[in-house]
């Protein structure tokens, strides 16, 4: 990612984290699906599963999940635990188990 990319990301990322604090969360959908029309970062999938979870949408949220889960290369990211946490709240640990599988053959 270039420097552009990572602070056009770190812009968005706040913002749908303000929106989440302040419970606008169909804010924070908007500005989500919005940056993932043009970057498909693994933590912009991960926090829109975040949002659809809050909006008792479980099973859009967990497609958003699944789809966090193909793009992310590295369990160092915040994404990674995010992710780990978003599958537990949704029950579906065979993914939870999956993410820690390909975290140990790294």
Do not use: W
């Amino acid at each position: 990612m270039s420097a552009k990319q990572i602070d056009s990301l770190e812009t968005v990322v706040a913002g749908v984290k303000e929106a989440l604090d302040s419970g606008d969360l169909k804010r924070a959908f908007r500005l989500c699906t919005g940056a993932l029309a043009s970057d498909n970062h693994p933590y912009l999938f991960t926090l829109k599963a975040v949002i659809l979870l809050k909006l008792n949408r479980r099973l859009d949220s967990y497609k958003a999940a699944v789809e966090a889960q193909t793009h992310i290369a590295s369990t160092q990211s915040t994404a990674f635990d995010l992710l780990i946490t978003v599958f537990k709240d949704l029950r579906k640990y065979n993914n939870v188990a999956q993410l820690y599988e390909r975290a140990y053959e790294e």
